[in-house]
């Protein structure tokens, strides 16, 4: 694995897990050994973490949010600017990084750099856009006016399946907002957030006049989290996890009066309709189904298809899944790769023996030896033929699992499709509009993403993501997202000689 964007070493020395900017500090929490999921080997290892570090990096975060909300919005562009720029120079590598320590394949590696540089570019235009209101005043002689501005620290707690995107998504917007950052990666994939921090210290090199505290990184278990949470100097977290994690997250928040962003767990259905395209269909399923082993929160995990069309449909995913190439994802033509760890592999096992016993057939599943790195955990992809009734299908497993179940007319579909804790992202593929438009309707899907003939994963940055009811209501990266970073100010200016009341009120003294 390439090391120019981690610190250097020699065998057997230890990296800190804290950095501030372009000063990286000493550590004091307990030893990480970091592991590779592609093969088991050590990558590194590392010195975590205490809640006495965090707080340090907490108050240069304050710090330095003093200077950096004045900063013209334009001017936190330019930073922004050049973090996409140097993002780009590095794109290969940090894509390494990610393969190595998360086990994606390479062509999904590149692509969620590339998902950090677009969110840069999002930022920059955004940050000559973050406009407020003029609202016409029933005084006469006065003017309302909203602004926007800058909230304060923002902490970010990001999961290993996106180890540097969702960090983009936060960070980026954030720094254009006039906030500053701390940032809690998952213990599973802390070296590529000190990648990420090695890009913004070479930006801040050549920009002096960025405060250092304005990023930081704590690398830690849950006390680390559980400090960045009950921090009253950070205004806003952003958590993204299990919905466990975010329910214990919020309520350590909500004691405080803090914000909450959260993108928790994700429990995703597609409706096939008898017009659908069963090409289409296929390629999206595949990919959705079983892109990144399983392990994304836009997973496709319930596949509701119509009965009429059924035995057509398995017929071509079994097909396809058979023949789906799973070896070490740094290898060409490989389309999985490994689980993150042994733990995720049990999660699996259990789902499908679960799912046997509530009346499910399994086709695949189970460990793949031959031809993978000794030391991953690499499993086929499984399809569950299984009754929307079973309680399984109402849980998220992080792996490759498909439940398929049918209905007879298209509400019967959309029940089952919400029928779930969980409201992340759905889609539905058919050819026949009114379907389509139902389905994206207010009486059709209940998530915060709802698609028409694509799959479930893959979302653009340009358009909010995040989801309802356990999924956490957050939304992050495109649209008006921007908002939960900052904070409104509503204005009444006064430019008559007069003192008139609202709602005609008489109190004259």
């Known amino acids: 694995m390439s090391q120019s964007l981690l610190p250097p070493r020699k065998p057997g020395d230890r990296i800190d897990g804290l950095a501030v900017g372009k000063r990286k500090l000493a550590a004091r929490g ?9 093969d088991g080997t050590t990558l590194a290892e590392m010195r975590q973490a205490t809640v006495d570090d965090v707080n340090v990096v907490i108050a240069a975060a304050a710090e330095a949010f003093k200077q950096w909300r004045v900063v013209p919005a334009p001017k936190r562009g330019e930073f922004v600017r050049r973090i996409g720029n140097k993002l780009r120079e590095y794109k290969s590598e940090l894509a390494n990084v990610v393969s190595h320590e998360a086990g994606k394949i390479t062509a999904e590696a590149l692509g969620e750099v590339q998902e950090m540089i677009d969110v840069c570019d999002f930022a920059v235009g955004l940050s000559r856009q973050l406009y407020g209101l003029t609202i016409a005043s029933e005084r006469p002689g006065h003017r309302m006016m909203e602004q926007y501005h800058p909230l304060g620290p923002v902490g970010v707690i990001t999961a290993f399946n996106f180890p540097v995107a969702v960090w983009a998504w936060n960070a980026m917007l954030a720094l254009v907002c006039g906030d500053s950052v701390v940032w809690k990666p998952s213990e599973k994939t802390p070296l590529t957030a000190l990648a990420c921090q090695q890009v913004v210290a070479e930006v801040m090199r050549e920009m002096p006049d960025v405060p250092d505290g304005v990023c930081g990184v704590v690398i830690g278990g849950r006390d680390v989290g559980e400090a960045l949470a009950a921090s009253e100097k950070l205004p806003l977290i952003s958590a993204t996890g299990s919905t466990r ?20 767990g994700g429990n995703n259905g597609m409706i096939l309709t008898p017009t659908a395209d069963l090409d289409l269909a296929t390629r999206a399923i595949t990919f959705a189904a079983a892109g990144t082993a399983g392990q994304r929160c836009t997973t496709l995990r319930r596949l509701i298809v119509h009965e009429s069309i059924k035995p057509e449909v398995m017929r071509r995913l079994r097909t396809v899944f058979d023949r789906l190439k799973i070896g070490d994802p740094r290898n060409d033509g490989v389309l999985l790769g490994p689980l993150i760890d042994g733990a995720a592999g049990e999660s699996m096992d259990r789902a499908l023996a679960t799912a046997k016993q509530q ?10 030896t031959d031809g993978v790195p000794t030391g991953g955990v690499y499993v086929r992809p499984a399809i569950v033929e299984i009754s929307p009734e079973a309680a399984i299908t109402k849980e998220e497993t992080f792996a490759p699992i498909l439940y398929v179940m049918t209905y007879r007319d298209l509400d019967e579909a959309i029940a089952i499709q919400n029928d779930v804790p969980q409201g992340l992202s759905s889609a539905i593929f058919t050819g026949d509009v009114r379907e389509a438009e139902l389905f994206v309707s207010p009486a059709g899907s209940d998530c915060g993403i709802a698609n028409v003939n694509i799959g479930t994963s893959g979302a653009e940055i340009g358009g ?31 430019y008559s000689k007069e003192l008139p009341l609202a709602q005609g009120i008489a109190f004259d003294v």
């Not at 307990?30 to 592609?38: C, F, N, T």
């Not at 009346?359 to 793949?368: E, F, P, S, W």
């Open 464 to 494: 909010a993501f995040g989801g309802e009811k356990a999924t956490g209501g957050g939304r992050e990266s495109g649209s008006d997202a921007w908002k939960a970073y900052m904070r409104r100010a509503t204005n009444t200016i006064n």
């Open 359 to 368: 009346g499910g057939i399994t086709h695949g599943g189970g460990r793949v």
């Open 30 to 38: 307990k030893s990480l050994i970091v592991r590779s999921p592609i």
């Open 245 to 264: 994690m975010g329910r214990a997250v919020s309520e350590i928040v909500a004691r405080r009066l803090g914000r909450c962003l959260l993108e928790l």
